[in-house]
């Protein structure tokens, strides 16, 4: 699964880095927090939590006055929710149920099957964090003591998880209401890679650059050309380390939740790459 990650880059490195045709991020959108955002969205975020919003790539083919000539598609950087809400939902609290799609499924899968063929994204991001179960320790309650771990690329290079997005349409709201649309989206996941799977058995799909133009493409729409890319895997790309218990909270933000936690502090701990169980 992909519950939380970090998401430093602003939208001018974005534009570069996804090479951006338009850049939409400082376009308002519809909210489903109670609270305001924080940081705001579209600034850099280190605990990136379900239900923010979230930049996002996609490929959408823009709006013209003559049907005759439609303009050609083009990459977009957006502001989405993170947490798909399909188009016949009732409520948008079903997006909390939906933050992540499996990718051995998600084609045959009512809530994501079309997404999946003609709304896919890319999520941009420093990495991912995955709570590790200790089999050893366990905390006050007599449960398997937890372990937040920060996996990222070992070459230092922004990850791009694949996604897939929709829109959903408020019917209490009248056409042209700035908050009638919600645009919303989830992260794919897939089997662990060895090494990372002593942390979890799941981790995003993490597509490569070459991958990003077919599958961000709206026309590709053969379902065995959109399997290929979500059985993609390439083990031995990503490092983790165990950082400090603070990313448990949504509140807790800021560039020191990537620092890794002192050796001292692990307890039943098991490193992914050796298997070693640090700290008894």
């Known amino acids: ?87 016949w939902a009732k409520d948008v609290k079903v997006g909390q149920r939906m933050t992540n799609a499996r990718a051995e499924s998600v084609l045959g899968k009512g809530a994501f099957a079309k997404a999946a063929l003609t709304r896919r994204c890319i999520v941009p991001a420093d990495g991912w964090y995955e709570w590790q179960q200790s089999p050893t320790a366990v905390d006050a309650k007599g449960k398997p003591r937890k372990q937040p771990f920060f996996i990222h690329r070992a070459d230092g290079a922004k990850v791009g998880f694949a996604g897939l997005y929709e829109f959903w349409r408020d019917r209490e709201l009248p056409d042209g209401h700035p908050e009638a649309w919600l645009t919303t989206f989830t ?28 599958w961000l493409d709206p026309s590709e729409q053969d379902p065995d050309a959109v399997r290929r890319l979500l059985e993609f895997a390439a083990p031995g790309r990503f490092e983790a380390y165990p950082v400090g218990r603070g990313v448990g909270a949504t509140a807790n933000n800021g560039a020191a939740l990537l620092e890794p936690a002192p050796r001292e502090e692990l307890v039943g701990v098991v490193d992914p790459m050796t298997g070693e169980v640090i700290g008894g």
């Open 1 to 87: 699964m992909c519950g939380r990650y970090a998401a430093s880059a602003r939208p001018d490195e974005l534009v570069e880095a996804f090479d951006i045709d338009e850049d939409h991020s400082a376009e308002p959108g519809r909210s489903i927090l109670k609270n305001p955002q924080r940081p705001t969205p579209g600034e850099p975020d280190w605990n990136m939590a379900p239900s923010k919003q979230a930049l996002v790539v996609l490929t959408r083919q823009p709006r013209t006055a003559e049907e005759a000539a439609p303009a050609e598609p083009t990459r977009q950087l957006r502001l989405l929710t993170w947490g798909l809400v399909p188009t």
């Open 187 to 214: 992260i794919i996941t897939t089997a662990a890679d060895p090494g990372m799977d002593r942390i979890h058995d799941r981790q995003p799909l993490v597509l490569e650059p070459e991958q990003w133009q077919q």
